[in-house]
């Protein structure tokens, strides 16, 4: 997929990204150093972090893989730490680690629940406060993932739909209280994913066709597509809006909880 954006768009500012070591979070690291960013990855594998650095620099552009887990606020403060030192202040942060897996609330431990809360929710403040000492002076854009269970109810996921509407309020929470600082806060909402953790979670034995069905669109996404959608967000495209969340999915947030009858 071409980018619709100039190679250079991202030079000379510095990227954080949580969750980078795969799927849509790896994709948004490569697309960022693309377009001139130098990336900080932080995820809980290094070697995941060191293949997708190796091939940044091979392209000829510059990462760091610092292994961190997003629920462990000292790890990732020193992730920040490390990061803000090798390239500089950042003018971009992506909180993208996620965790999730389908359960109805009756059979749903304590621990489960919590969880996906500590990693989704907690994790996103986590990775924007750790990383807020470090904030460039002006012009900084921070990223968080959502999901379409933010706003639409949906079985089997009590656990991520209050993680994921927790998520959103904290991303215009934030959007007020450092909107002074120059910091702008928005959300981006993937609906299904292909070749992703989360897409494959949700795709039947049929391969995905009756999900597809459902969706307006009536396909899934993809990760190239999510990378430059969160590309334009760091862009001047975007530089009055904060606040937001963009709902990359397809009409999927517009069906709303009846999707899962798939």
């Not at 989704?120 to 406060?129: A, C, E, H, I, V």
């Not at 396909?219 to 495209?237: D, F, G, H, K, Q």
């Amino acid at each position: 997929m071409a980018s619709a954006f100039q190679s250079n768009l991202l030079q000379g500012k510095t990227a954080l990204i949580t969750g980078a070591g795969s799927g849509i979070n790896k994709g948004i690291a490569l697309h960022f150093a693309r377009h001139g960013a130098k990336v900080v990855m932080v995820g809980r594998r290094q070697e995941k972090l060191d293949a997708t650095r190796t091939e940044i620099e091979a392209a000829g552009g510059q990462a760091l893989g610092c292994s961190a887990d997003v629920r462990d606020y000292a790890a990732l403060a020193a992730a920040a730490d490390q990061g803000a030192e090798a390239f500089g202040p950042y003018d971009i942060v992506v909180a993208g680690a996620a965790g999730n897996f389908i359960a109805p609330a009756a059979s749903l431990s304590a621990n489960g629940f919590g969880a996906v809360i500590d990693i989704d929710l907690k994790g996103t403040f986590n990775t924007f406060r750790a990383c807020s000492d470090h904030f460039a002076a002006a012009d900084v854009s921070l990223i968080a993932i959502s999901a379409p269970q933010a706003v639409n109810p949906m079985p089997f996921q009590s656990h991520a739909c209050s993680a994921k509407a927790g998520i959103e309020m904290l991303i215009k929470t934030l959007a007020i209280e450092w909107g002074p600082r120059g910091v702008r806060v928005n959300g981006l909402s993937p609906g299904y994913v292909e070749d992703t953790v989360g897409g494959n979670l949700f795709m039947s034995e049929d391969g995905g066709a009756t999900l597809k069905q459902r969706i307006p669109l009536q396909r899934v996404t993809n990760v190239p597509e999510m990378a430059e959608m969160a590309l334009m967000l760091c862009s001047p495209v975007s530089a009055y809006m904060t606040g937001h969340v963009i709902a990359l999915d397809g009409g999927v947030s517009l069906v709303g909880g009846g999707i899962w009858q798939s």
